[in-house]
Nanobody, 125 residues
């Protein structure tokens, strides 16, 4: 399963961006989709995730500013980021976990976890 993320860029403090991520491949089911970020010199951290039944989890630092949404039918996840701050500057990665269809030697389902390639968000002060 491959993920393609887009939507990063340079924005001023207080600005907005919308990140998109689409999954492709032999997907049987998706359990959770989410966004992580990694700032220079820091560990990767969860920003927000959403389960297939709509449960959402946000990092405390983005509560009230970021909104995650998912499109299960199209295997896509979005992150709308408002009121951006310089401390939001990071490479943002989408992450999807679920089951994929394996066809050889026989058809079966197999768990997968995939990461997107990362998209850079830079917030200038």
């Amino acid at each position: 399963v491959q993920l393609q993320a887009s939507g990063g860029g340079l924005v001023q403090t207080g600005g907005s961006l919308r990140l998109s991520c689409a999954a492709s491949g032999s997907i049987y089911d998706i359990n959770v989709m989410g966004w992580y970020r990694q700032a220079p010199g820091k560990q990767r951290e969860l920003v927000a995730d959403i389960t297939k039944d709509g449960r959402i989890n946000y990092a405390h630092s983005v509560l009230g500013r970021f909104t995650i949404s998912g499109d299960n039918a199209n295997h896509a996840v979005y992150l709308k980021m408002n009121s951006l701050k310089p401390e939001d500057t990071a490479v943002y990665y989408c992450n999807v976990a679920g089951q994929e269809i394996i066809r050889m030697p026989s058809i079966r389902h197999q768990d997968f976890v995939s990461w997107g390639q990362g998209t850079l968000v830079t917030v200038s002060s």
